[in-house]
């Protein structure tokens, strides 16, 4: 058993623990309405993780996706409703594919700062969180949108097919996003796992220099790893803001950790070159269920930012002891230098 499965199986363990003894403190958590709900809301924080794992694969960070989110939903709704600073309105699929397009530009701009002028992606991404927020405030005036309450109303074609992307019920009552999580969950899964570019994500990611000496296209690689993050990025807040109805100045805001600790708590190394798609579904819904039995059992929102924080350094540290990155009176060697051992890969 190699160990990616190894991981995954022991994620799966504590997922199944956490859902009995919080089913055993309050039996409404394991029923099929609380069940749906939790993977609704985790499916947003699930998509993104897919991508953000990619960038982390190849060794960089991109700690803009909250913002993304913020500025590609603002985005669709000043365009689509008005009421911004804009002086015109746009057809509804043409405001979907400028929000789409905006991510494709921020992500652009990601991966040429950090690729051709050499600035470390945490401060290019950190910079790009603050370009995008402020973009997004300065576009609606830091006002909030809703379709439903608009002067005037959108017309009932643009509604429909609104409501359609992210408010639809599918039969036996299964939210929308339910079949969107599965779909870029098997995208992704092939594209780590079965083609080039995933290959390649775990060479650069897993020995830069070894990948340089292949002259494999790193700056290429790298780039299209923050165009999709940016990307997963704006189609999560489209689906949000078409499943709640509305979206605010602090939309996504607070959405970058989550996704850094999903990815993290499903196995993916922060040296690179290691993570599985199906570990950054399990880590998101363990964060999920986290949340959602927390706040079953009546636990305060704070309280659960403590748990999160917890759990997601336990996850660094496990993963940091079992690459031999901290000098322990039982650990000898160089701490820090080893690469990720092998085994971490998607299949």
Known sequence: MNISRFRTLGLLGAIVLIALFFQYQNSAFLTPDNLLSLVRSMASLAMIAFAAQIVIIQGELDLSVGSVYLLAGTLLAV??????????????????????????????????????????????????????????????????????????????????????LGATRLPFNIPIQV?????????????????????????????????????????????????????????????????????????????????????????????????????????????????????VLGVSAFVQLVFIGAVTILAVSLDRLSQGGMKLPWRRGNAGAERPVAGGTES
């Open 179 to 295: 079949l969107w999580l599965l779909i870029f969950f098997l995208a992704f899964k092939f594209l780590l796992g079965r083609t080039l570019f995933g290959f390649r994500s775990y060479a650069i990611g897993g020995n830069p220099e070894a990948a340089k000496v292949a002259r494999l296209p790193i700056r290429k690689y790298r780039t299209v790893a923050f165009v999709l993050c940016a990307v997963m990025a704006a189609v999560a807040s489209i689906l949000d803001f078409s499943y709640t109805g509305s979206i605010g100045p602090s939309a996504g805001l607070a959405l970058t950790f989550p996704v850094f600790a999903a990815v993290v708590i499903g196995g993916t190394s922060l040296l690179g070159g290691r993570g599985t798609t199906t570990g950054a579904l399990l880590g998101a819904l363990l964060l999920a269920m986290l949340q959602n039995g927390l706040a």
């Open 79 to 164: 365009l689509w409703l008005g009421g911004g600073v804009l002086p015109f309105t746009l057809p509804f699929p043409v405001a979907l594919l400028a929000a789409i397009l905006i991510a494709v530009l921020a992500g652009l701009i990601n991966g040429f700062f950090t690729t051709v002028i050499g600035i470390p992606s945490f401060i290019a991404t950190l910079g790009m969180l603050s370009i995008a927020q402020g973009l997004a405030l300065i576009l609606s005036k830091a006002n909030g949108f809703n379709p439903a309450y608009n002067v005037p109303p959108p017309t009932e074609a643009s509604l429909s097919f609104f409501d359609f």
